[in-house]
């Protein structure tokens, strides 16, 4: 095992790793640079359902496998995480690809079939639980499972900023992320005491591909909209979110736990 790296030795599980353009590449790309294993979960059918569109997978993986370090090992595996064993087949298909398993990053999310209050449907809202909320919570159930306590261990959630303001046309997606957020800190008491530490990151408004015009999922008097309330002028990026994931899952972040941080550059909502 080379030591040089920070966090040789240690093999991380992040979700949704389907495109180049995605924070879940941003962050498997920045624990490879730190000498990580990693298992890259994705599933495709649903970015090809998009208006941006699924990468080649091969090319996705490749991109992670040229930044390994030390090395470290890379596998990969699709799994629908909105069937009723995915999370288990996740962590199961994880830890036969790499052996014990140091951290889970829960980037996947589940994106369209929304709408505002007026127009949700339990159809809906079921299914952006299931992906996001449901799965998620198993996921990190089944990993603390197979942790044995040995220092190191790491969770991270991902929520999108709920309760700091209106989502008012994604009313199922918000529901679904602002329930992880407000379950952080219960989750987080009980796995401190296993040695695994879990914190909830809030990325704010990073432009994987739908705050594009050519591929945006929504107007583009609303992306000039958004933009307008960025004071440094761009919109956040994959790699932004991914410097704070990197620190939180090292053992420079060890002492930060149960909290739910925003990444937001400056986003005002107002």
Known sequence: MDTTYPLSGRSFVVTGVSRRKGIGHAVAARLADLGAGLFLHHYAPHDEEQPWGADRLEDVVDSVGARLRGGASLAHGSVDLAEDDGAERLIEL?????????????????????????EITGEALDAHWRVNTRSTILATRFFADQHDGREGGRVIWMTSGQVAGPMPSEIAYAASKAALAGLTASVADRLIERRIVLNTVNPGPV?????????????????????????????????????????????????????VLSSEGGFRRW
Do not use: K
């Open 94 to 118: 994880a830890g036969a690809s790499l052996g014990h398993l140091d951290g889970l990053i829960c980037n996947h999310a589940r994106s369209g079939g929304d709408g505002t209050l007026d």
């Open 207 to 259: 432009n994987t591909g739908y705050l594009d015009p050519d591929t945006a999922d929504r107007p583009l008097e609303t992306l000039q909209a958004v933009l307008a309330h960025f004071p440094g002028g761009r919109f956040g990026e994959p790699d932004d979110p991914a410097r704070l994931i990197a620190w939180l899952v090292s053992d420079e972040g060890r002492w930060m736990v149960g909290q």
